[in-house]
């Protein structure tokens, strides 16, 4: 791939970069849902500065751009919710994906009281399904969300390492 992508929490100054990413990379569930108004592509860039702030936020970097990004944070229950994983387009399928979930999950874990890992993700997202799957997690319930895209919800114990490659 040339030059190496790092992955490294993410700083304040990250979430411009982070929210067109994010706003290009879900263009593809968008579609797919026929759902323009999917969360990703409607947070503000107020909330997304927010979130950096307050919680557990990763990004994979080429240089300065920012290709790839993850959040997370604790909940009362000891469950710890990751969300939005996107990696630009053009940089998918080289394993980037599973390192941004393998970081999340290590400073997660690390925050103490966390159980387990829980995300979801549309039940026809096959490709999304796979790789989690593949780093561990495993199917617990569906729900629809609030804008009627039917979602699948996993969950992975905290501490069960699984290799990706
Ligand atoms: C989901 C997403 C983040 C995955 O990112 P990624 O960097 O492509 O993920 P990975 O590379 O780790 O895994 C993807 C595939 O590449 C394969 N792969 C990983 N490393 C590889 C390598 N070195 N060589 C060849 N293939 C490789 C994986 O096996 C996997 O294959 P599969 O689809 O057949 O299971 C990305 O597709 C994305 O941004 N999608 C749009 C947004 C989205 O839907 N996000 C999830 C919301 S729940």
Do not use: W
């Amino acid at each position: 791939m040339g030059m190496s992508v790092t992955i490294s929490e993410a700083a304040e100054q990250d979430a411009e970069q982070i929210l067109k990413l994010q706003y290009l990379c879900f263009q593809s569930e968008a579609a797919l849902y026929g759902n323009y108004r999917i969360d990703p592509l409607v947070e503000t860039l107020d909330a997304l500065r927010h979130e950096v702030a307050a919680e557990c936020v990763f990004v994979a970097r080429l240089g300065d751009e920012v290709v790839g990004s993850v959040r997370g944070r604790v909940t009362e229950d000891g469950a710890a919710d990751i969300g939005k994983l996107c990696v630009h387009p053009r940089l998918q399928g080289h394993g980037i994906g599973a390192r941004l979930l393998g970081a999340v999950e290590a400073a997660l874990a690390e925050e103490g009281q966390v159980t387990r890992f829980r995300l979801h993700t549309g039940r026809r997202s096959e490709g999304n399904l796979r790789l989690y799957r593949r780093v561990g997690y495993r199917t617990v319930g569906a729900f629809d969300a609030p804008d009627g895209v039917p979602m699948i919800l996993l969950e992975k114990a905290a501490g069960t390492y699984v290799a990706t490659a």
